[in-house]
């Protein structure tokens, strides 16, 4: 919650079940007057209007930002004006996107290891936005923002909303996601609550398994919730059930980010809930985003804010890994910042009227599930969570070999003592319930995939997995 302490959440987690939609629906309020201010309504506006534009008009509304951007970091931002003088570089030299392979390449230990000089000079810390991700690599990570990152991301997600046709306030939302809304602990229904100011219900990621969902279906009726957002792996279990009762859900659309699509989770939204599903790809750093629209599953890159290379991973295949580069964060610049994830690009005119360059669904491996010893479903998104506000740790592995037991590696420092353990642990069982196990192994390094990618969860439980999705 951003815009409380966390007293104020510490509060709401140990508050009864009947208090906490009333809670909702005040944060909901307060969100909402904190969100919708006059910078964001203009960020929405240019998006509106630049949706439109010719692929030449956006390419050189890029080249133009990337100028400005360019000669700020050579003015204010002590890493690189260091990096630029050790490559020889002036800013009149970059004049176009091509021109940026003249910069190395970003990586975020470089990020870590630099954080202060990544800060620009003429922009005080205290009043930017922090950002902390540990993604799904189980390594946190922070950068800083300022207010324009922050509401471009907010307009781009509206104007996605936009393309299913969601008008915010007047129709119903349910939310699939990784808010811990409920106790993990609890048995019985709800396993919900609701936000009426924003006419959103927030179902909880936490108590996904059979014996539940048919209290989940009979809310989205009653309530007449005609859209869901969320995680794919959420959503795409919730789908299969519908599918196996035979009383299918019409919904006008399905909104999903945080992850990649399996073709079994597409297949099965689209079968279960008679609608067009609507993807947005994005970081928690806000580097670049894409979106796609209801004619294609490829998604329009947000060329506006964001530009986007292209490494190829080898030569026998259109397989690339992403490097980003933000074209409005001058707080805390990343230039040619590598994601790491996989994707191809595609030009062409959409049959929507955009052109945007497109790129191809997200490809980077999805982790698998945890299943819980009462046979929940918990996606790797919701298994970022218990790391929050913990010390000490660098790198982390989630490992399920048995049903009732996970193994957790950790790479730390002596900064996670047995204090900062015993939370871990606590946290751990908060989301995944108290009857599963949690083995710590401290480990000085965790093995990479042979892409060079960590594996944040591994299940060996491909059986038992198989039965729940």
């Given amino acids: ?4 302490s966390n ?31 006059k910078l964001f309504w203009q960020c929405l506006a240019e998006l509106e209007e630049t949706q439109w534009w010719s692929l030449e008009k956006l390419q050189d509304l890029q080249s133009q930002r990337l100028k400005k951007l360019i000669k700020h970091c050579a003015e204010n931002v002590p890493y690189y004006q260091k990096k630029f003088a050790e490559y020889g570089i002036i800013p009149s030299q970059i004049q176009t996107p091509d021109d940026l392979k003249k910069i190395p390449i970003l990586d975020k230990e470089t990020i870590r290891k630099n954080f202060d000089d990544f800060i620009s000079k003429d922009v005080n ?20 923002m300022n207010e324009e990152v922050y509401f471009y991301q907010k307009a781009i997600q509206a104007l996605h909303r936009s393309w299913g046709n969601f008008k915010y306030g007047k129709d119903w939302l349910g939310v699939l996601a990784g808010y811990k809304v409920v106790p993990v602990s609890r048995k019985k229904p709800p396993f919900w609550i609701i936000n009426h100011y924003g006419k959103q219900i927030h179902f909880s990621s936490y108590h996904l398994s059979y014996d539940f969902l048919s209290s989940y279906v009979k809310k989205i009726k009653e309530t007449k919730v005609k859209y869901l957002m ?10 299969n059930y519908v599918i196996s009762t ?25 079968k279960a809930f008679s609608c067009n ?13 894409a979106i796609n629209c209801d004619q294609s599953i490829s998604l329009h890159q947000n060329m506006e804010v964001g530009l986007m290379e292209f490494e190829k991973i080898n030569q026998n295949d259109n397989n690339c890994k992403i490097i980003g580069t933000s074209l409005v964060n001058y707080a805390f610049p990343l230039i040619r910042y590598d994601i790491g994830d996989v994707t191809s690009s595609i030009i062409y005119k959409c049959d929507c009227g955009r052109e945007h360059i497109k790129i191809q669904p997200i490809e980077t491996r999805v982790e698998d599930f945890i299943i819980t010893p009462d046979g929940s479903t918990i996606p790797p998104p919701a298994l970022t969570l218990p790391y929050h506000g913990i010390k000490g740790i660098i790198s982390s ?37 108290k009857n599963m196990k949690i083995n710590i192994m401290e480990v000085k ?10 594996r944040f969860v591994i299940s060996e439980l491909k059986d038992s997995q198989s039965k729940n999705i």
């Fill in 7 to 37: 007293k104020i959440v510490e509060l709401y987690d140990r508050s009864p079940i009947w208090s906490r939609s009333f809670a909702s629906t005040a944060y909901g309020f307060l969100k909402d007057r904190k969100e919708k201010t």
């Fill in 397 to 433: 592995q989630i490992i399920q070999n048995r049903v009732d037991t996970l193994l957790v590696k950790i790479v730390n420092n002596n900064q996670f003592t047995i204090q900062e353990k015993e939370k871990f642990i606590k946290n751990f069982k908060d989301c995944v319930g």
């Fill in 1 to 4: 919650m951003r815009y409380t």
């Fill in 230 to 239: 969320g995680y794919a792996s959420a959503i795409g279990f919730l789908a």
């Fill in 246 to 270: 035979d009383e299918y859900i019409p919904l006008e659309s399905v909104f999903l980010s945080s992850e990649p699509i399996l073709d079994w989770q597409r297949k099965a939204i689209k």
């Fill in 277 to 289: 599903i609507f993807d947005y790809y994005g970081q928690a750093e806000c580097v670049i985003s």
């Fill in 445 to 454: 390094e965790i093995p990479r995939t042979a892409n060079g990618k960590f």
């Fill in 125 to 144: 810390p205290q009043k930017l936005r922090l950002q902390s991700t540990g993604g799904t690599t189980g390594k946190p990570l922070k950068v800083l």
